[in-house]
């Protein structure tokens, strides 16, 4: 019920009926007081706030009431001395109140009050809502990132179906697979996923990349013992990388670059499953699976006397082609989206590809096939501060252009020095090593090394870095 008394609240009686109901139906507590400093208005809602029945309330001064109801005064003595609008939030037997006092005309402060208690307890539960959302975001894209970087060999096209569906025939038996394709079609993922998916799963799964060491430290490497500590009379050592193999797969990467001495030992131990370590007399058997990787076109070093024939049968039991990248346009999307999830987990950002700059990466033709693509997607995820990754971030040539374009009149000497850094940046850009990009350029790796440690001074001379 509504309260008035003489002084106070003045209304016809119908007007005073309605605004009874109306205040006596909020939710809110209201309380008036009127310029004698008297209260004389208090709805059923602050009463119960307060506690205090409204017979109890009423024509008090607020700052003559029980200990118990203090917790009103505050705000309506700031507002009353300071003649402006007040807000608090008070605890009171565990309950939290919302309390704001407003200065009216001709002297009147009128007083609300709301129990927010209910409606902080649901903001904590939203942000912890939320902060827990958020952890198991990152989990899941973290967990996802994990599987991906375990050899999850990503493709829908159907070329990349075909050599799934082999791999899947092949994996179970023991014969040797010989994986082709160019530099970075994805080799080594699928070694990786044939291992998987035998029954040596849980054995060794060791590679080697011959491109990578000369020939007689790639000799040792395979068959010898590393140096180790002698203790008494026994020679004690990591056995070689064959041996490291044993009861699993061993993937030898860029076979085509293993010199021809070396090929007929690996012959043999291919024929035999048995090696002679370095120095030694008696050979040790060893059970393993071998998978050989080349971009090389092995047929025609064996016309040209570089690799031995018999060396290629053995290997080329099953053969396996990887198509490169530019054949199969299908996968670009997925692989794309594949590399940004997993980047943006590692780096903890958030990162989106629009389908603009979806198209444009389709329309290119990637030479270094999916190792560039993902590389691309590493030093966007990083170097872009927006969240939207758009056709005019790719630093991709435009489609069809020409692969060099001349913007000023230099002397020769200096543009084709300049053209060398340029292409030898872009090469290492892709292919990430000096071996790769001595390969790809037709250089060797100790001048490919030297002149990527050249443009990398020059990127920090120029702030590019
Ligand atoms: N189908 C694929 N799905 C997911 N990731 C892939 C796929 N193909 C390649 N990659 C990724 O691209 C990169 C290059 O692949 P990989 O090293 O297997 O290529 P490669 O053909 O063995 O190259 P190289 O001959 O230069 O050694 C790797 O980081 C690999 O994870």
Known sequence: MICGSAGGMCMAPLAETVVRALLDGLAEGVLAVAPDGRIRLVNGA???LLGTP?????????????????????????????GERQAMVLERAGRRLALTAVPLPEGWVLATARDITELDRLERQVERMTQERERYRHELAGLRAGQAGRAEVVGSSLAMQR?????????????????????????GV????????SPRRSGPFVRIDCAALPGSLLESELFDYSPGSFTGARREGKPGLIEQAHGGTLFIDEIGDVPLELQVKLLHVIQERRIIRLGAVTPTAVDIRIIAATHRDLEAMVAEGRFRADLYYRLNVVPVKIPPLRERPEDIPVLARTFLDRFCARYRVERTLTPEAVERLVAYSWPGNVRELENLVERLVVTLDEREIRPEHLPL????????????????????AALELELVGEAYRRFGSSVKVGRALGIHQTTA??????????QERTGRG
């Not at 699928?190 to 998916?197: D, M």
């Open 46 to 48: 602050m009463a119960q």
């Open 54 to 82: 409204r017979a109890r309330l009423l024509d008090r001064r607020p700052a003559d009431l029980e200990d118990g109801d203090k917790w009103v005064p505050p705000v309506l003595r700031r507002c009353l001395e300071t």
């Open 163 to 187: 050599v799934m569906d082999l791999i899947r025939r092949v994996a179970p038996v023991d014969s040797t697979i010989l994986l082709l394709g160019e530099s970075g079609v994805g080799k």
């Open 190 to 197: 699928l070694a990786a996923e044939i291992h998987r998916l």
């Open 397 to 416: 040539p435009a489609p069809g252009g020409p692969p060099v374009q001349v913007r000023e009149i230099v002397p020769l000497k200096e543009a084709v």
């Open 449 to 458: 090394a030297r002149k990527i440690r050249e443009w990398k001074a020059r």
